[in-house]
């Protein structure tokens, strides 16, 4: 599947990424609910059963311990599974076989689990309470565990190719926002590629300030920037983290000592976000860089809201970062 010249959505990047990997290995293989004849939720999967066939991309019932049980039993044989949730909030039904199995296997000597397990993740698409899940935080506790999170069509497929070629269990959350947004669509190269796990991108170069964040609230973070510049002639700095775990320490540091001013952003709720642990590495490892008390942005601590209203109210908005980020020019 190469790219067209109209550019690769995210969900077409995937999808591409998957084919590829598929066609170079045939130990990589598909597997979850609805993956093969109606193509996933999102359908990411689509096409993908009539090519390669029912053996290698593998309706399972709706389940997600079995598929994640599968999941690691394969990888245990050598396999590459690349486990699919319908909604990543149902990553909790696998959380026991994820934190207590895939994710200490090495450890214990049984050998790693080479598997891939991702899903749509986040709010703002009217999914509710049951479909709108950031599960982000539920792992940054668990050693053993590798995750990211893409915000671009080029990372989304790079990313998911280095997952499969990692030796170790990768969980990857795919913003259902960003999966069809037009403004994402970007011509990708036609030779293979791969995006390294644990390292950063700057999105935006600035010298004032520093948004550190990721996944959909990236694009929000690049509109909050070029309004502060155009609105307050103020250089901001974006930072999309792509891997959550590991954190790209290195980047993280580079731009507090570069701008020493920080908003850190993430969709999440903000009581036990990831955002307080970037909040700790910036206290003991950079503090004596900041100009200003550290800003965290967040989602309020609540279910998120079905009704449209309530949910717009639940996010963070555009006009929350702005006068965040205004808070921590003052200074």
Known sequence: ???????????EALRAGIHEAMVADERVFVIGEDVGRYGGAFKVTEGLLDEFG???????????????????????????????????????????MLTNYAAKSRYRGCGGIGAVFRGPCGSGVRGGPFHSLNAESFFMNTAGLKMVEPSTAYDAKGLLKAAIDDPDPVLIFEHKKLYRM??????????????????????RAGDDLSIITFGAQTLNALDAAERIENEDGRSVEVID???LSPLDKGTI??????TNRVV???????????????SAIIAEEAFEWLDAPVVRIASIDSPVPFAPQLEDYFLPSLDEIVEGCRKVLKY
Do not use: W
Not at 182 to 203: C, H, M, Q
Not at 253 to 258: E, I, P, Q, S
């Open 1 to 11: 599947m190469v790219s067209n010249q109209e550019g690769s959505t995210i969900l």
């Open 54 to 96: 029912g053996e290698r991309v593998i309706d399972t019932p709706i389940s997600e311990a079995a598929i994640v049980g599968a999941a690691c039993g394969a990888a245990l044989m050598g396999m590459k599974p690349i486990a699919e949730f319908q909604f990543i909030d149902f990553i909790s039904n696998g959380f026991d």
């Open 182 to 203: 037009p403004r994402l669509r970007e011509v990708l190269p036609e030779e293979d590629y791969r995006v390294e796990i644990g390292k950063a991108r700057v999105a």
């Open 241 to 243: 983290l792509r891997t």
């Open 253 to 258: 540091l580079a731009t507090v000592k570069k």
């Open 264 to 278: 850190i952003l993430h969709e999440s709720s903000l009581t036990g976000g990831i955002g307080g642990e970037i």
